[in-house]
């Protein structure tokens, strides 16, 4: 099969080369995991670990993927016989590998009692979620994935069909935790049994999880296209680096990660304050600074006149001394690496695609190392740079004058709050402090990190960001 209508089927793999097929027969698994979200960094990331897995260790562990609201993938793969392909691009060279980890697909809004029924299914021995940190809200309403996956564990204890883990896979301090909790008050709503068969059967192991998957483009369709001979329209782009460390508490087995390169641990806290405050820490600092610049990508970003030299010191000065390294992991080598994995130019992770959802991303990944930081006695101007880029980003206007979207779950009550705001950067600083949903009372009130603050947002409104940043 080639040709400009081929398209990735079972039928075109003899075809491929050999090092673009999939690493496991596709089909010949049985389905052992739910996976709830079916964006790109699950198809990127715990995809293609779960395949490794196999291909390794064998087991009936393959996939039934979620969307929780756009269909757009969902029928994509079911028309490529649940496949799809990865490329994995460094600088000068791309790896292109088709994924046959999945083994069904489902839409959650079309569909939601057949995704219960799933939940509830005995075959399935582990859930895990790649939601994004907006979707943990109370699991209160059945639309939500919280409400759906409360509703998938009520099933599963109505028919006693064994036990169950529960994997949070998102950008979350204690992410399972978090979950447990979560989806815990919908639970004990519904009554003793239902919540006494849950507690004794089902985890929620927390997890970190690190690669750089930015959105797909039309160019990621073609790079793939290219490499395989055939269309492919799930194909997701992402860097060769990836990491997953996961809390091991699996009640009824679980694939053989560990084969596939993850770590399995008792305690996954440090790793996630050294991902959260670093990778992610830097990065959504480069997003708003490199956004208000007119930079198109992280890499653009980081290539500014001081850009890196700000990204260094926020590191080395502020965030590296809050975290208690893992075991073994030299925080400072991690921190070069991640600036350096930054860097690739051929990993085009736009901007404004890290700047969304501000409201709950820079509590973990900027205000928490501030707070710390300042309870050491100790200033954090660079930090300070973060929150005034933010707040300079949500007034909607990059300093060339061009709209800036405000992609945010707080919305509605960050602009009703910049519309009250008093005059000038000061005006703006205390409204959106004011945001009890972002800013906690006690920073809120520290008047030396106001007074940062104020000068920063003075400094950007007036010479913009890229000025700012040279004279770091």
Known sequence: MTGPRAVLRRTALAALPAECRPLIEPGAAGTGIVHLGLGAFFRAHQAVYTEEAMASDGGDWGIVAVAPRSRAVVDALRAQDLMYAVASTAAHHTDVRVVAALTGVRHAAGDPDG??????????????????????????????????????LLARARADAGPLAVVSCDNLPGNGRRLGELVGRTVRAAGTPAQEWIAGNVTFPSTTVDRIVPAVTPGTLALVRDRLGVADLAAVQAEPYRQWIIEDAFPHGRPAWDRAGAVLTADTGPYDQLKLRTLNGLHSSLAYLGALAGRATIAETLALPHARVFAERLLAEEILPTLTPPAGVDTAAYGRRVLDRFANPAIHHRTLQVATD?????????????????????????????????????QGTADDGRPLPLDDPLADRIRSALATAGAGPAGVVDALLGLRAVFPADLAHDDPLRAQIVAWLTALTRHGAAATLEGV
């Open 115 to 152: 995704v219960v029924a799933l939940l509830a299914d005995p075959r399935v021995r582990v859930v895990t979620l790649t939601v994004t940190e907006k979707a943990y809200v109370p699991a209160d309403d059945p639309r939500t994935v919280t409400g759906l996956l409360a509703l998938g």
């Open 358 to 394: 501000g409201s709950h991303k820079l509590p973990p990944r900027i205000l928490r190392t501030i707070a710390e930081r300042r309870a050491q006695g100790a200033t954090t101007p660079w930090a300070a740079l973060v929150v005034a880029a933010w707040m300079r980003f949500v």
